[in-house]
């Protein structure tokens, strides 16, 4: 079975701090995605990437960054964390299709 | 981009009924459409995808259809259980389930439907 691991399910920081998110695969996987995911709001993409250092810009990249320096990790980065980034955040691999997802991140802003 | 829209936002079904979630999309260029069942305090599964090249697709109480003539596609779920109590997402790609690299291999998801099952 795909594997897609988030490194904590629970996260609680404070106003201006730099969060990372962490997120690894164990399936060789191409493509990665980070989504956020609000109630009522859906799924919204904030990035992906398609291969080792690349990365491409979702719907609301506003306030995050990304890193991809080998192929199986992906990591979100939130340069100065604000409260409205309070959120559920979920890591996704494909080899194409379909996404397989991780059990998400419970990020949480005070 | 690809706008998805799905309804409705919640359903509420006696055990044993079924119940159907209904999903338009806006690019015709779109070729792949997976649904997502996600329970409480887990990540978004996979649980039946479809094609453009085909109409139907079933597997056990499960099924989907596309229409893409309308750019429609449902999820249609018989003898519902409690345990189907989720919510659930459908998506569209223009990558096809090959799709590789850049744009062709991301999802456009709808706002989730909560199926509730009463017992």
């Known amino acids: 079975d795909v594997k897609v691991t988030q490194s904590s399910r629970y996260l609680v920081k404070r106003t201006g701090e730099k969060v990372f998110l962490e997120c690894v695969q164990d399936?060789?996987?191409?493509?990665m995605f980070w989504y956020r995911q609000d109630p009522g709001l859906g799924l919204r993409l904030i990035y992906f990437s398609y291969d080792v250092k690349m990365k491409e810009k979702g719907d609301i990249p506003e306030g995050y960054s990304v890193s991809r320096e080998k192929k199986e990790r992906f990591s979100l980065i939130l340069e100065s964390a604000s409260t409205n980034q309070t959120s559920m955040y979920l890591c996704?691999?494909?080899?194409?299709?379909?996404?397989?997802f991780g059990d998400g991140t419970r990020l949480s802003i005070l | 981009g690809e706008n998805v829209e799905q309804h409705p936002s919640t359903l509420s079904v006696q055990e044993g009924d079924s119940a159907v979630i209904k999903c338009t999309y806006s690019d015709s260029a779109s070729n792949y459409f997976p649904w997502y069942k996600q329970e409480l305090g887990k990540g978004p599964q996979l649980i039946i995808d479809i094609r453009s090249n085909v109409g139907e697709k079933k597997d056990q109480r499960i099924a989907v259809t596309l229409n893409k003539t309308a750019k429609h596609f449902s999820l249609h779920i018989t003898e519902t259980q409690p345990e189907d109590s989720a919510v659930y997402f459908c998506?569209?790609?223009?990558?096809?389930?090959?799709?590789?690299?850049?744009?062709?291999?991301?999802?456009?998801f709808g706002r989730g439907t909560q199926l509730t099952v009463w017992p």
């Open positions: 998506a569209a790609s223009m990558g096809g389930p090959g799709g590789r690299g850049s744009t062709l291999g991301r999802l456009y």
């Open positions: 399936m060789d996987h191409e493509n």
């Open positions: 996704a691999s494909s080899p194409g299709a379909p996404q397989h």
